[in-house]
């Protein structure tokens, strides 16, 4: 006896008849168990990737992935500083900065925004703002002077276009005559841009950097210098050369700092999710160990009559072994290209289900982010495969053991 009549076997168990239908609605289960556990957990890696990746990208591209600080509060001769740092290897820029808080009054209307102050020449580098403007003034003095910058969110709120005026008052205040009065002053939308998170559209304001060293009354001086990296995951070992270059001479802080608990919350939902969603796959995998138990009950004879025509023990834990890993081979290949094309069109889904039920399935102002996003990763796909076929497998071989150690004479005496 071969292989393939192993196989054909395996396969003939798995045809349904009116006898065992039962054991097969069982198999089906286990099938779509199996199938929608993978391909959920394909879609929900998918999501959390790109949900990382799109939140850290945007924090990145909004601010600096290192920033180095005065410890007297502001750095005056700054422009020798940003020369020694962009000798360092991996820092490809660095620009100065001032960031403060302000209350912005819009008529009869007022919000604690976050001001922050950077060169004409740095905001059109920065992509994130400079390529995500929807509306401005005309020429190219929209981000200079008395000019500034808001979020799309903002200027929808307040009904603000380029053009409109914004009042401010400063956190920091000036000494007069009269003591110390807080700094006040009238600015002009000049650009109005879509950053993509709901916090920068609604709360963040930006400024030429003179315009704010005057707001915040800090004469020629920044707040801190911003450095941009080759690559912001190899951030520690460029801080080292960084904090080697300064000699203990000014502060430095990291992204990684910055963000910490939000960069482990990521982390540790997206590990939490992916033991919680295992379970489905596991559920999957019971069931077809309670089929196949079941299978070999009910094909207690069939196995008997094929041990004395001359079937082995192995020959009969290969058929059951294959009848259980077929179930687990075809729900894993079919939950796998499920969950990656679910995972590939999740944006143009989501927005579909809105149009047809009618309401908002992923607002931006819970999830921060104007869009799904949903990022495939090879790594992630292989190992959930990998994962359930490991199960399906796992799953077949107490059924096929018992299988095989069934008494050829105890099995024909049945009926």
Not at 5 to 28: C, D, P, Q, T, W
Not at 41 to 47: A, G, K, R
């Amino acid at each position: 006896m071969s292989l393939a009549f192993e196989k054909m076997v395996a396969g003939r168990y798995l045809r349904s008849k009116r006898k065992e239908g039962f054991i097969s609605v069982i198999a089906g289960f286990s099938f779509l168990g199996i199938m929608l556990g993978v391909a959920t957990l394909i879609i929900v890696m998918s999501v959390m990737n790109g949900f990382r990746a799109e939140l850290i990208g945007r924090i990145l591209g909004l601010n600096g992935h290192m920033n180095v600080f005065s410890y007297s509060g502001s750095i005056v001769t700054y422009e020798p500083l940003m020369v020694r740092l962009q000798k360092v290897p991996g820092i490809t820029s660095a620009a100065p900065a001032i960031e403060g808080q302000a209350l912005a009054k819009m008529g009869d209307n007022a919000l604690g925004m976050v001001v922050r102050g950077m060169r004409a020449e740095d905001f059109a580098v920065r992509p994130i703002l400079s390529g995500a403007i929807v509306d401005r003034l005309e020429g190219d003095d929209y981000f200079g002077g008395d000019n500034i910058a808001i979020g799309k969110g903002l200027a929808e709120r307040y009904r603000l276009r380029p053009g409109s005026r914004i009042f401010m008052v400063s956190s920091k205040s000036r000494t007069t005559p009269f003591g110390s009065m807080p700094i006040q002053a009238a600015f002009i939308v000049g650009a109005i841009f879509d950053a993509g998170m709901y916090e920068y559209n609604n709360s963040f304001a930006y400024m030429p950097l003179e315009t704010a060293q005057k707001f915040f009354n800090m004469g020629d001086g920044v707040g801190s210098v911003e450095v941009m990296t080759d690559n912001p995951s190899h951030i520690r070992q460029i801080r080292a050369a960084v904090e080697n270059e300064l000699q203990g001479e000014f502060a430095v802080t990291d992204w990684q700092d910055s963000n910490a608990s939000f960069y482990n919350a990521l982390q540790v939902e997206r590990n939490v999710m992916f033991l919680i969603l295992t379970l489905i796959i596991l559920v999957a995998a019971f069931n077809i160990i309670s089929s196949l138990i079941m299978l070999v009950k009910d094909k207690g004879r069939d196995i008997a009559i094929l041990r004395t025509m001359g079937a082995t023990k192995g020959m009969i834990i290969r058929i059951f072994f294959f009848t259980g890993a077929t179930i687990g081979v075809v729900g894993t290949m079919a939950g796998a290209v499920l969950g990656i094309a679910f995972a590939s069109n999740i944006e143009s889904i989501r927005r579909w289900l809105e149009g047809l039920t009618n309401t908002n399935l992923f607002s931006d102002e819970i999830y921060f982010l104007s869009k799904l996003p949903a990022q495939l990763n090879a790594g992630d796909v292989l190992v959930t495969v990998g994962m359930a076929l490991f199960l399906s497998f796992a799953a077949t071989i107490y059924p096929a053991w018992r299988a095989a150690r069934l008494d050829p004479v105890e099995g024909l005496r049945r009926e």
